[in-house]
């Protein structure tokens, strides 16, 4: 419940102060992409220490298919919805992972080439481990905070390059999380962007949890 309530208060504050820079966008701060997209990913996240399930298999990760949706409403402010799911299949055992969740965000434009922006969202993290048809289920909830940013390699904005860092912290877990992701897109006729992106997350200690690799396909309106 003190979880929920915080952030409900951060959902606000964030809100307000985004609300407020907006005001100023005409001066300068008008983001230079288009933030109203739907699109899907392709990934294959690889763990850095295989998962084993007894007397099943060891998974060395899973892949799976990621869906999102963001509209930008007025110019520095974006809300959206980004969930994520998998699946590893191995002779006895299957492993199933997803995380997702709606957000709210913020985007400012520095200059004519670049943006930088922000995000908060509350998440769910699911998890099933099946041996045969005997499964375990585990739920968490957590909130994600990050930060990104772009910038355009070209005058006709078609190249970007990308970057993202966030973290994670879960309400039945004692580590936080942090992953940096880097991403290449490229901008067809105005509307449909192709993306290679490469994420690495660590625990609290700094030390690996996994990587993923992911193509994605965004349709911007």
Request: net charge neutral; hydrophobic share 40%; charged share 15%.
């Amino acid at each position: 419940m003190v979880l929920k309530f915080r952030l409900v208060k951060m959902l606000a504050a964030m809100a307000l102060g985004v609300v407020a820079v907006s005001a100023t966008a005409q001066e300068g701060f008008a983001p230079n992409g288009n933030y109203s997209s739907v699109g899907f990913s392709l990934f294959r996240t690889k763990y850095a220490n295989d998962v084993c399930i007894p007397f099943g298999d060891c998974h060395s990760g899973y892949g799976g298919l990621g869906l999102n949706v963001s509209y930008q409403f007025i110019p520095n402010l974006i809300v959206g919805l980004n969930t994520a799911a998998g699946q590893s299949t191995g002779n006895t055992s299957t492993l199933k992972e997803s995380q997702g969740g709606l957000f709210v965000g913020f985007v400012l434009g520095i200059g004519d080439y670049f943006d930088v922006g922000g995000l908060l969202s509350p998440i769910t993290k699911k998890s099933e481990s099946c041996l045969g048809s005997l499964c375990v289920n585990a739920e968490d909830t957590g909130t994600q905070v990050g930060l990104f940013g772009k910038w355009w390699l070209n005058q006709d904005k078609t190249f970007n390059i990308g970057m993202n860092l966030d973290s994670y912290a879960y309400s039945k877990s004692t580590s936080k999380y942090s992953s940096s992701a880097l991403s290449l897109a490229y901008l067809i006729a105005g509307r449909h962007e192709l993306s290679v992106t490469g994420s690495r997350l660590k625990d609290s200690s700094a030390t690996d949890v996994s990587s993923t690799f992911s193509l994605g396909y965004n349709y911007h309106f």
